[in-house]
């Protein structure tokens, strides 16, 4: 039997999400998807738009996303 290990990345947001419901005390927490998408999102866009030399035709195959709703993220961010 093989045992699935998570990914990294997974692993990453494991740990960041555990310290900030630990860092909480007790708070409630809202927007809790809005909050990591928003810290996620950025990065990767970045990370993906270099890895395209900045061709948001190829960054978006990449992404698996259309182009336009790419360009929109981009916008969002302040990444144009």
Do not use: W
Not at 2 to 10: F, G, I, N
Not at 12 to 37: H, N, S
């Amino acid at each position: 039997m093989t045992t699935h290990q998570p990914s990294p990345l997974a692993q990453a947001a494991t740990t960041a999400l555990e310290k900030y419901f630990t860092e909480l005390g007790g708070e409630p927490a809202t927007d809790v998807y809005d909050m990591v998408i928003s810290c996620v999102e950025r990065p990767m866009l970045q990370v993906v738009m270099a890895q395209a030399a900045n061709n948001q035709t190829v960054a978006a195959q990449i992404l698996g996303i259309n182009r336009n709703t790419l360009r929109k993220k981009l916008s969002d961010h302040g990444l144009l």
